[in-house]
């Protein structure tokens, strides 16, 4: 083999090894940021990843919700008619976090009951539900997933995430 060829060669795979790694690179950082939605059903079916971040979603269960007085942690337990877990979350809730209402939390699922949130977000008005709430809701037919009521006055059926800066259609708050 010539001089030219070997050098070629050798640039050649110098670029294969290249693009390999970064591939491999870029394919650990996505992995590493994916963020899967699960219900409470699945989470008490143990089909959601112990130790994974991962978003949830349901109703906050009326009269589960304890706050230490002392510090910011809270916990409180997520359901959606079919399963129920606990989510234990240590900062300031939302103005609009209440039982009973739906919400979504970002986190870990430290066990298969216990779910630590980074972040909990809460619905924005008396319509709105965020669409994977109210999906896993209708599913498993818990009576608050019905959000296609007469108050909607034509607005989109809560699942579609429109929001328009706190007005219902009729102009009231």
Do not use: C
């Not at 060829?5 to 590493?32: C, D, E, N, P, S």
């Not at 959606?80 to 739906?102: A, K, N």
């Amino acid at each position: 083999m010539n001089a030219v060829r070997k050098q070629r060669l050798m640039i050649i795979v110098g670029v294969v090894v290249g693009l390999g790694i970064a591939t491999g690179l870029l394919l650990f950082a996505l992995t590493q940021n994916i963020n899967l939605f699960y219900t409470p059903q699945q989470i008490a079916a143990g089909e959601a990843p112990v130790g994974a971040n991962m978003r949830v979603g349901g109703l906050v269960v009326p009269g589960s919700v304890i706050r230490n007085n002392e510090t910011l942690d809270v916990s409180f337990d997520l359901t959606d008619g079919q399963g129920t877990f606990s989510v234990h979350y240590h900062g300031i809730l939302p103005d609009l976090f209440r039982e009973g209402q739906g919400i979504v939390a970002n986190g870990v699922l430290v066990a298969a009951d216990r779910f630590e949130a980074e972040e909990v977000l809460a619905k924005h008005d008396e319509e709105y539900m965020p669409p994977e709430v109210q999906d896993a809701l209708e599913k498993a037919g818990h009576p608050g997933a019905n959000a296609d009521d007469a108050s909607n006055k034509g607005e989109p059926k809560g699942g579609a995430g429109v929001y328009t800066r706190g007005y219902k259609a009729d102009g009231q708050h």
